[in-house]
């Protein structure tokens, strides 16, 4: 078996290192996502996900803080919520995500879906960036069409778009146009909610490489080029899901899986449909 692993980081299109593994913290209940963090942080994880639209910011820069590691070791990424969209309403929404976090920066803000509004938002988070209070701004859920209009119209191109991505969601035209562009790609729910576990063909790749599907689903996002931010609660699975850094499925295999593409989306929302 291989065992070459990637790099740790990711280096965006204006030089800011992202840790290619990170935590996402999708609507954990406040104090549990504190916990989260804290057990994260000391099992070596300096990537940690959030939003405003999950209410656990402040438990999250909480976490931060007690964890004693210095803040700048830590990659923090929060996002501007649908109902916030608009150059002032966007701006108002950062300085309340920055007091809940209890920071005078984040390393990444980003726009949460491409809602009605995003071009004004867009110049919103472009003045944030230029202002020092984002070392890096992107988008999240943007498909194709709309990153070409951010590209267009914009004068900053987005260092990221996060989207879903799993072997069963595999967003292909996003990645290859993020390639063209040099947006890095990162990967929310790339374990499918758990949802897929149980596939055969999964479940025989990851028997082959002595590793769980879990793993194998977050090793087939980095081999792609693209970070990943699986969410758990869970230390144990904090500590299977950081050893997906460990170890390199082969091409057949990574072909294998490539195969799975089911259009298998978590969410309700479709950002393809979205105008």
Same mark, same amino acid.
């Given at each position: 078996m291989l065992t070459m692993s990637l790099p740790a980081h990711i280096e965006l299109n204006n030089g800011v290192r992202m840790p290619v593994l990170g935590l996402g913290t999708y609507l954990m209940e406040p104090e549990r996502a504190r916990r989260s963090v804290l057990d994260a942080l000391s099992l070596g994880y300096r990537h940690i996900d959030t939003a405003s639209f999950y209410g656990n910011e402040r438990e999250v820069g909480e976490a931060i803080r007690e964890s004693g590691i210095d803040r700048d070791e830590v990659f923090v990424t929060t996002k501007v919520w649908n109902d916030d969209h608009g150059?002032?309403?966007?701006?108002?929404?950062?300085?309340?995500?920055?007091?809940?976090? !209890?920071?005078?920066?984040v390393d990444l803000y980003l726009i949460?879906?491409?809602? =009605?509004?995003?071009?004004?938002?867009?110049?919103?988070?472009?003045? /944030?960036?230029?202002?020092? !209070?984002?070392?890096?701004?992107?988008?999240?859920?943007?498909?194709?069409?709309?990153?070409?209009?951010?590209?267009?119209?914009?004068?900053?191109?987005?260092? /990221?778009?996060?989207?879903?991505?799993?072997?069963?969601?595999?967003?292909?035209?996003?990645?290859?146009r993020c390639r063209r562009s040099g947006i890095a790609?990162?990967?929310?729910? =790339?374990?499918?909610?758990?949802?897929h576990l149980d596939d055969r063909t999964l479940a025989a790749v990851?028997?082959?490489?002595? @590793?769980?599907?879990?793993?194998?689903?977050? @090793?087939?996002?980095?081999?792609?080029?693209?970070?990943?931010?699986?969410?758990?609660t869970s230390r144990e699975r904090m500590k299977e899901n950081l050893e997906s850094l460990d170890f390199v499925l082969p091409p057949e295999d990574m072909a294998t899986l490539d195969k799975l593409e089911r259009n298998s989306r978590t969410t309700t929302w479709d950002p393809h449909e979205m105008a």
């Open positions: 150059h002032y309403r966007a701006k108002e929404a950062f300085r309340r995500s920055l007091s809940l976090l !209890g920071m005078d920066h949460h879906w491409p809602m =009605p509004g995003r071009l004004e938002t867009w110049k919103a988070l472009e003045s /944030i960036y230029e202002e020092g !209070g984002a070392r890096a701004i992107g988008v999240s859920n943007f498909m194709p069409r709309h990153l070409d209009e951010l590209l267009e119209r914009g004068s900053i191109a987005p260092a /990221i778009d996060q989207v879903e991505m799993h072997p069963f969601l595999q967003r292909n035209d996003v990645l290859d790609v990162e990967a929310y729910s =790339p374990l499918a909610r758990g949802r990851a028997s082959r490489n002595g @590793r769980t599907p879990a793993q194998v689903m977050i @090793r087939w996002c980095l081999q792609r080029g693209v970070a990943a931010i699986p969410k758990t």
